[in-house]
């Protein structure tokens, strides 16, 4: 465990402490203590602590960041892992037993600490979940350069990773990039809370007090060269490259530049379009929502009224009713107009639109004899419903066959909503679906387990969700069996369960034992055998 400590006290005391009560135990860990000329208690507070425990004290005149230290750490270092701690922060008292046991398991070289923050932002989809081995190419990886990880010793020493000491900050994103590229497994504890980065009552952070954009450009443009130094053309360079992008230039035109005068946001404008030009490319604009587009269209090309017209809208929350057109659904910015060529391409929203569509409840689920009916509503996220067709899909687990039962389209005015200025009408919402297993499809449904879904279309739009995470509260998780009769087939007496199971809306068919029993699920034994006497089978 390497820990550079400049002024860091009293914070230093906790720090320590959550390292002393690490269940992996203190026969597991060599601490490396780096004191970078500290002018307060933290060199003495760390000599008193070190006595009689596996750990080294290192003093050395202050270098101004936190890289000379890590780099001196890195080079007394002789265990399997390394592990970066600030002197402000803490770790769970599971975390490093955690991150090793993972790494173990999967053979990782570099593992991801669940990051908590304390006062501060921190990433936090990335940590959905825990993964085995994760896709630099994809997902939230690449968000978390912070140095707060598991890396194996071997992997870094074997290609002389080193922070580097020309940069006062930022200089973490090098060091965990090239770890990374060079990591064959990328492990992810997303399942205990491993480490809390604190933000200090005195702003002592040196990220704490930020950077102006001009230094956070010239970084990013470092970081741009080192990546396309270590990889191929291709969809993991972009997939890199834009998350440069996304986080130090474009996220920076918000409300402080809205804030700014109009010749500092000229400025800030011009700064940003010659890495705006060089670094975004059609395969990385192509990835970008509406709004990043529009604002990285606007600093290619220099024009900063409509850079400021298009962040005042993203802040206002993109007020405008969304337009379908050809099968495509578009935002509303003030710029450019529906008429302008560049309108399709830059503000096409169907992808975000369809990712959270069809927006679906099933309320009222029952069995008519063999007619399952659904009720509930559905509808293509942003878009009227004037020609909505909703339809139910269920498809056979085993052979993959889907059979569609076109659902009733129900008025409900009361669904109709306003966003901001705009009204969408979702006036036909609402459906009933019946499905009859004795005769859909041309006849009986056959034996099995069936999923159902809901699929939508809308204005040339079409989107299909699953239905066992839609279900209403009224609706019952129970998967109860319901008995039914079937004609036409060897074996008409049949039981039907309906419930949800792995956020899939389950129906499962099949032949009943015998009458008494296919009952007995429906009404109880006692109520079966009633109905069996009265039954001429």
Request: contains cysteine; charged residues 25%; hydrophobic residues 40%.
């Amino acid at each position: 465990m390497i820990i550079p400590v400049h002024n860091a006290m009293p914070y230093l005391e906790r720090t320590l402490a959550s390292i002393a009560q690490q269940s992996i135990g203190p026969e597991a860990l060599e601490i490396i203590a780096v004191d970078d000329g500290s002018t307060d208690d933290s060199g003495a507070f760390l000599d008193a602590w070190a006595e009689g425990k596996q750990m080294t004290v290192i003093h050395q005149e202050a270098s101004g960041g936190p890289s000379r230290p890590r780099n001196v750490g890195l080079d007394h270092a002789t265990g399997t892992y390394v592990f970066f701690v600030d002197a402000d922060d803490a770790l769970g008292p599971e975390a490093l037993e955690r991150l090793v046991a993972l790494a173990e398991k999967n053979g990782s070289d570099t593992v991801l600490a669940k990051l908590i923050g304390v006062g501060r932002r921190v990433p936090k989809q990335v940590f959905a979940k825990t993964v085995d081995k994760a896709d630099l190419s994809k997902g939230d990886v690449y968000y978390t350069l912070m140095p707060f990880k598991l890396f194996r010793r071997d992997m870094l020493e074997k290609h002389g990773l080193r922070f580097p000491e020309h940069m006062r900050i930022s200089e973490d994103q090098h060091f965990v990039a090239r770890a990374y590229l060079h990591s064959e497994v990328i492990s992810i504890v997303g399942d205990y809370d491993c480490y809390y980065v604190v933000r200090r009552g005195d702003d002592g952070n040196i990220t704490a007090n930020g950077l102006d954009f001009r230094t956070t450009l010239e970084q990013a443009a470092e970081m741009v060269e080192l990546v396309t130094g270590l990889t191929e053309p291709g969809p993991l360079r972009d997939h890199l490259i834009g998350r440069h992008v996304r986080v130090e230039m474009l996220r920076r035109f918000d409300r402080g530049f809205l804030d700014a005068d109009p010749a500092t946001r000229k400025e800030l404008a011009e700064l940003a379009r010659p890495y705006a030009e060089q670094w975004i490319t059609p395969a990385i604009m192509a990835g970008m929502s509406a709004h990043e587009k529009l604002i990285s269209h606007c600093l290619r090309e220099g024009l900063t009224d409509e850079l400021t017209s298009v962040v005042e809208w993203d802040l206002a929350g993109r007020p405008g009713k969304a337009v379908a057109r050809n099968g495509r659904l578009y935002a509303s910015p003030p710029f450019p107009s529906a008429d302008s060529p560049l309108y399709e391409q830059l503000c096409d929203i169907t992808s975000a639109a369809l990712s959270v569509s069809p927006r679906r409840r099933v309320d009222h689920v029952a069995w008519h004899g063999t007619v399952l009916e659904l009720v509930g509503y559905a509808y293509v996220d942003q878009v009227d419903t004037d020609d909505l067709r909703t339809e139910v899909v269920l498809r056979h687990a085993r052979s993959g066959k889907e059979i569609v039962v076109p659902a009733e389209q129900v008025p409900s005015p009361h669904m109709t909503v306003a966003r901001g200025k705009e009204t969408y009408d979702y006036g036909r919402a609402c459906f009933r679906a019946r499905i009859d297993l004795a005769t859909v499809d041309g006849g009986p449904l056959p034996k099995g387990d069936w999923h159902l879904s809901l699929r939508c279309t809308a204005h040339g739009l079409t989107a299909r969700g699953n239905l066992g995470t839609a279900l209403g509260g009224k609706v019952s998780r129970r998967a109860d069996e319901h008995a039914l009769s079937l004609s036409g087939v060897e074996k008409r007496l049949h039981t039907a369960r309906l419930g949800p199971r792995d956020g899939e809306l389950l129906l499962r068919l099949k032949p009943a034992p015998s009458a008494v029993s296919a009952y007995a699920f429906s009404f109880g034994w006692k109520a079966a055998r009633a109905v069996r006497a009265r039954i001429n089978w």
